[in-house]
């Protein structure tokens, strides 16, 4: 085929070759960005044209990115061929392969079609998206008359159709949006098709064309040029006509557009889309608030008998600030060059009464001629944050106008560190600016529960604050802290608070997931960190607040009642009592007990499982509980799901076991087996009563290992088959460590490989007086909790109690271990622990 097409076309056109000047010009010739698109458009025009040759009744017209001289290196080429319909359709077939056909032999992805511009006009009324790619449309060769008059149509019954239309494009957008996600907070983004990318660009260009209202102009298109740039990079990166910015490729990306890493790739990119997003928010509020306009114009001039409707009303919301139309806008007496509070009384406002800020009035804000801030900053602007981040979620659009126009920056230097900055670890959903605002969002609706919710809301603005800086990002958050909280007009006590609760932002929920609660030491170290129970009592709703905006995989019931155990015991301390050891803090459920009497008396393990559906439910008081039903599972299977706004159905499994060699391996192994994923776990010995015990003259103990499990796939296996595998694993009669080298054998090919951090295990000094701490940190794997089990059993310590904890792809285990005489282990042991475990995972 490709010899007789090359015979009817005479060959390539250009001297040299197209496919030869097209790897010179990307290569070798015009200057990266908007220069070197607008030459491979014009290189690909020249080529086009030769290949049409003369058509008196056709014209060869580019539309879509191509029609805007916007090529990158591979992307399609939209091309129309357009005929006047004289001629016979043969020899319009003819001329159309005398084209097509040598874009396909060079590989290149083509979107071609044939029309006479009545079809071209149909096919635009009855699919958006063709009327959207003639609005682009732009002469190559041929008939220059025919793409002139077929344009001025389509713009024409663009601009007559624009009250339908728009709504449609409107609803593509959100569409687009709902499937592919938010660019600005995706870690691998869809360069053209997320929100805030190259295709709502494009439809920005589309309401302009309509008349009906146009986009801020203000970075807009320095936003498609770098969203531009950076698809070109990744073009030339991958070899492939890809959109999706995965996360192997950033590296290469960033270093051919003269970036420092993938993390200043990444902050560039979502600055653009967040640029492109805010535009698009203004620019549809604005069409829907013309076309509802419009709409109303007929019914009110009727009303009125004939006079025109007039200027909207205005109705005051604040000093200086009114609501018209359904904005916020400033009143005609407001001077931002003399107040400067007005910026937050507006931006209040709005928010408490949930309306949008005016576009101009931010603008105002923004600009050189805006009164700046005094430091420290009256208590009348201080007020006026805190009533913002107090307004839930309206507060979110209303911050992201004053980001837009750079006012939170002006107010507030050190937030620019953080602006836009991405999080690599995938629990969160968010950057970290965003993710301090939704924190807020999420406080705001925990404020009735401390005594200083104006502390809460801005420690929750804070907390991550110093991720901009190097080092521990609480420990440099406190130093910001400090200073940004003498910037806002707190006093020395507001201060220390403000900063302590950054600084130990992570400290209970670390703690209570990761940490013996029954170890004295836990609670005298949190105690003393915190200082008041005033600051305890806020750091608890900061807590909770901040893993709420993390993302789903941060918090569950599950957390939150450990959570609030260790709050319960700090606050004891703090309000003198003595600090509880072991046997007294958490004393065993009567169905512990029963357990344990069960396993005494049978020699072996005892299982019990309980489903429990945790919802979400937002309360002003106590800790956030999901409704739970629970009912034994005597060898019934229970499906577990996930559900919209709903953790997944957490199983408790409670399994007592006399105390003996090698139970934590083999539990977890067991667990493995049966593809039931671990969520989190501890183990603890729990003391028969001695009326069950008999005879025994020393005290009789069981093991409790208490679970929260997931069923990989399906539904859970049955207790009674958990309970036989694990007494054979007990026994030795069942291999654990063979079955689940025979399953990774088998399947771990079909595993997508994850480049991930080498696994660590580490000490943590000072933690515990009875026992020594050891964590390890390891991307979550099917047998890795058995693996960990086996080489502390192999190393000959004692586990007395472990605290498995897992955050969406990552484990963070702690293990309490003492050595044969049942006392902490000395340090070159412990060292030599912490390398030996480390090792076993790979690390």
């Known amino acids: 085929m490709t010899d007789s097409v090359r015979t009817k076309t005479g060959g390539d056109p250009l001297p040299g070759g197209y496919a030869a000047a097209r790897l010179r010009l990307l290569h070798e010739g015009a200057a990266a960005g908007p220069p070197r698109r607008t030459a491979l458009a014009a290189l690909t025009d020249e080529w086009l044209s030769a290949l049409l040759g003369p058509a008196p009744t056709a014209a060869l017209v580019a539309v879509g990115g191509y029609g805007r001289g916007e090529l990158s290196p591979r992307s399609d080429l939209d091309v129309l061929l357009l005929h006047d319909g004289s001629a016979d359709p043969r020899e319009i077939a003819a001329l159309a392969d005398r084209v097509w056909y040598p874009v396909w032999d060079m590989g290149l992805a083509l979107d071609h079609s044939v029309r006479t511009p009545a079809e071209a006009s149909r096919a635009a009324a009855h699919d958006l998206k063709v009327h959207l790619g003639l609005l682009d449309a732009r002469h190559i060769a041929g008939d220059a008359e025919l793409t002139a008059a077929l344009r001025a149509t389509a713009y024409a019954d663009w601009r007559a159709q624009a009250p339908k239309r728009l709504p449609e494009l409107l609803e593509l957008c959100a569409e687009r949006a709902r499937r592919h996600g938010e660019l600005r907070f995706l870690l691998e983004p869809d360069?053209?098709?997320?929100?805030?990318?190259?295709?709502?660009?494009?439809?920005?260009?589309?309401?302009?064309?309509?008349?009906?209202?146009?986009?801020?102009?203000?970075?807009?298109?320095?936003?498609?040029?770098?969203?531009?740039?950076?698809?070109?990079?990744?073009?030339?990166?991958?070899?492939?006509?890809?959109?999706?910015?995965?996360?192997?490729?950033?590296?290469?990306?960033?270093?051919?557009?003269?970036?420092?890493?993938?993390?200043?790739?990444?902050?560039?990119?979502?600055?653009?889309?967040?640029?492109?997003?805010?535009?698009?928010?203004?620019t549809w509020r604005e069409v829907e608030r013309v076309l509802r306009a419009r709409s109303a114009r007929p019914r009110l001039r009727g009303l009125l008998g004939g006079r025109g409707a007039g200027e909207g009303e205005r109705s005051p919301l604040a000093e200086g600030v009114v609501e018209q139309d359904g904005e916020v806008v400033l009143a005609r007496t407001a001077r931002p060059d003399r107040d400067a509070v007005l910026p937050l009384r507006a931006a209040a406002a709005a928010a408490q009464s949930g309306l949008p800020l005016s576009p101009h009035a931010v603008r105002r804000f923004g600009a050189p001629t805006a009164a700046p801030m005094p430091v420290p900053w009256p208590a009348e602007a201080r007020e006026e944050l805190v009533t913002l981040l107090g307004a839930g979620e309206s507060?979110?659009?209303?911050?992201?106008?004053?980001?837009?126009?750079?006012?939170?920056?002006?107010?507030?230097?050190?937030?620019?560190?953080?602006?836009?900055?991405?999080?690599?670890?995938?629990?969160?959903?968010?950057?970290?600016?965003?993710?301090?605002?939704?924190?807020?969002?999420?406080?705001?609706?925990?404020?009735?529960?401390?005594?200083?919710?104006?502390?809460?809301?801005?420690?929750?603005?804070?907390?991550?604050?110093?991720?901009?800086?190097?080092?521990?990002?609480?420990?440099?958050?406190?130093?910001?802290?400090?200073?940004?909280?003498?910037?806002?007009?707190?006093?020395?006590?507001?201060?220390?608070?403000?900063?302590?609760?950054?600084?130990?932002?992570?400290?209970?929920?670390?703690?209570?997931?990761?940490?013996?609660?029954?170890?004295?030491?836990?609670?005298?170290?949190?105690?003393?960190?915190?200082?008041?129970?005033?600051?305890?009592?806020?750091?608890?709703?900061?807590?909770?607040?901040?893993?709420?905006?993390?993302?789903?995989?941060?918090?569950?019931?599950?957390?939150?009642?450990?959570?609030?155990?260790?709050?319960?015991?700090?606050?004891?301390?703090?309000?003198?009592?003595?600090?509880?050891?072991?046997?007294?803090?958490?004393?065993?459920?009567?169905?512990?007990?029963?357990?344990?009497v069960e396993a005494w008396r049978t020699g072996g393990p005892v299982l019990a499982l309980h489903t429990r559906r945790e919802e979400w439910e937002e309360r002003d008081q106590g800790n956030q509980r999901g409704q739970r039903g629970q009912r034994d599972q005597e060898g019934l299977g229970e499906r577990t799901?996930?559900?919209?706004?709903?953790?997944?159905?957490?199983?408790?499994?409670?399994?007592?076991?006399?105390?003996?060699?090698?139970?934590?391996?083999?539990?977890?192994?067991?667990?493995?087996?049966?593809?039931?994923?671990?969520?989190?776990?501890?183990?603890?010995?729990?003391?028969?009563?001695?009326?069950?015990?008999?005879?025994?003259?020393?005290?009789?103990?069981?093991?409790?290992?208490?679970?929260?499990?997931?069923?990989?796939?399906?539904?859970?296996?049955?207790?009674?088959?958990?309970?036989?595998?694990?007494?054979?694993?007990?026994?030795?009669?069942?291999?654990?460590?063979?079955?689940?080298?025979?399953?990774?054998?088998?399947?771990?090919?079909?595993?997508?490989?994850?480049?991930?951090?080498?696994?660590?295990?580490?000490?943590?000094?000072?933690?515990?007086?009875?026992?020594?701490?050891?964590?390890?940190?390891?991307?979550?794997?099917?047998?890795?909790?058995?693996?960990?089990?086996?080489?502390?059993?192999?190393?000959?310590?004692?586990?007395?109690?472990?605290?498995?904890?897992?955050?969406?792809?990552?484990?963070?285990?702690?293990?309490?271990?003492?050595?044969?005489?049942?006392?902490?282990?000395?340090?070159?042991?412990?060292?030599?622990?912490?390398?030996?475990?480390?090792?076993?995972?790979?690390?």
């Open 191 to 282: 360069l053209k098709e997320a929100r805030g990318g190259l295709r709502d660009a494009t439809a920005l260009r589309a309401v302009a064309a309509s008349w009906i209202a146009d986009a801020p102009r203000e970075g807009l298109e320095a936003a498609r040029t770098r969203l531009l740039d950076t698809r070109d990079a990744l073009h030339l990166a991958t070899g492939r006509a890809t959109d999706r910015l995965a996360l192997q490729e950033q590296p290469q990306v960033a270093a051919d557009l003269g970036m420092l890493d993938a993390d200043t790739l990444l902050r560039r990119v979502y600055e653009a889309a967040r640029a492109v997003s805010y535009a698009s928010d203004v």
């Open 395 to 596: 507060t979110v659009p209303v911050w992201e106008a004053l980001e837009a126009e750079g006012v939170v920056s002006r107010l507030l230097p050190d937030w620019e560190r953080v602006r836009c900055r991405p999080q690599r670890n995938p629990v969160h959903r968010w950057t970290v600016d965003r993710h301090l605002v939704e924190t807020a969002v999420r406080a705001a609706a925990l404020t009735r529960r401390v005594g200083r919710p104006d502390l809460l809301l801005v420690a929750a603005l804070l907390h991550d604050i110093g991720k901009g800086w190097p080092g521990d990002h609480s420990v440099s958050g406190e130093t910001i802290a400090r200073d940004v909280a003498v910037r806002l007009g707190f006093d020395r006590a507001d201060t220390a608070v403000l900063a302590t609760l950054v600084r130990h932002h992570l400290l209970l929920i670390d703690t209570a997931t990761r940490r013996d609660l029954d170890d004295p030491a836990t609670v005298r170290a949190v105690s003393e960190a915190v200082g008041s129970g005033g600051t305890l009592e806020l750091l608890h709703a900061l807590t909770e607040a901040d893993a709420l905006a993390t993302g789903p995989a941060a918090w569950s019931a599950w957390r939150g009642s450990l959570v609030a155990d260790l709050v319960k015991r700090v606050a004891a301390v703090l309000a003198g009592e003595p600090v509880v050891g072991r046997g007294g803090a958490r004393e065993p459920t009567a169905e512990h007990e029963r357990l344990a």
């Open 641 to 843: 799901g996930c559900e919209s706004g709903v953790e997944p159905v957490g199983v408790e499994l409670l399994i007592a076991v006399p105390d003996q060699p090698g139970v934590l391996p083999a539990a977890a192994g067991v667990l493995a087996l049966h593809r039931l994923t671990v969520r989190a776990a501890d183990l603890r010995a729990v003391e028969v009563p001695k009326e069950a015990a008999g005879h025994s003259m020393s005290p009789a103990e069981v093991l409790l290992l208490r679970w929260r499990v997931a069923a990989e796939y399906g539904s859970l296996p049955q207790a009674v088959r958990l309970r036989d595998d694990l007494a054979r694993a007990l026994a030795g009669t069942l291999d654990i460590a063979a079955r689940l080298a025979e399953r990774e054998a088998a399947y771990g090919k079909r595993r997508r490989q994850v480049h991930a951090p080498p696994p660590t295990a580490t000490l943590v000094p000072d933690s515990s007086r009875l026992a020594t701490v050891v964590e390890v940190r390891a991307q979550d794997a099917p047998g890795l909790l058995h693996r960990i089990g086996r080489a502390l059993e192999d190393a000959g310590v004692t586990v007395r109690s472990a605290h498995v904890s897992t955050l969406g792809a990552n484990a963070v285990d702690a293990f309490y271990v003492t050595g044969p005489r049942g006392v902490p282990l000395g340090g070159v042991e412990a060292a030599e622990l912490a390398r030996t475990l480390q090792g076993a995972l790979g690390g």
